[in-house]
Nanobody
Framework: QVRLVESGGGLVQPGGTLTLSCAGSGSIFALYAMGWYRQTPGKQREFVASITSTGETHYGNSAKGRFTISRDNEENTVALQMNSLKPEDTAVYYC?????????????????WGQGTQVTVSS
């Protein structure tokens, strides 16, 4: 069983920066790829970024060049730094974990999800 808890969401102005964090439970955390998906009402969840325990990363098209994913295996945390935010980045962001490669998580999410954290980009 893996438990994921997100934090760091909120309201930010266009062009601003926000960093999301996800804390994972259990020693098996280090074996899993971690990532972020996001969802807006009426739409499917969209892949944002992922990272393996060895630091391999993969980004969705919406995140490339603006977002950076990182993880701390000692602290069992993964972070998503989001720069140059746009109104279209507004969504609920979900932490995801699974026994996958970073690239595979971009196609099929892992089995475990956090509860989600709201990000609103608005002036």
């Amino acid at each position: 069983q893996v438990r994921l808890v997100e934090s760091g969401g909120g309201l930010v102005q266009p062009g601003g920066t926000l960093t999301l964090s996800c804390a994972g439970s259990g020693s098996i955390f280090a074996l899993y790829a971690m990532g972020w998906y996001r969802q807006t009402p009426g739409k499917q969840r969209e892949f944002v970024a992922s990272i393996t325990s060895t630091g391999e990363t993969h980004y969705g098209n919406s995140a490339k060049g603006r977002f950076t994913i990182s993880r701390d295996n000692e602290e069992n945390t993964v972070a998503l730094q989001m720069n140059s935010l746009k109104p279209e980045d507004t969504a609920v962001y979900y932490c995801n974990a699974g026994e996958l490669s970073a690239a595979a998580m971009g196609v099929t999410p892992g089995n475990w999800w956090g509860q989600g954290t709201q990000v609103t980009v608005s002036s």
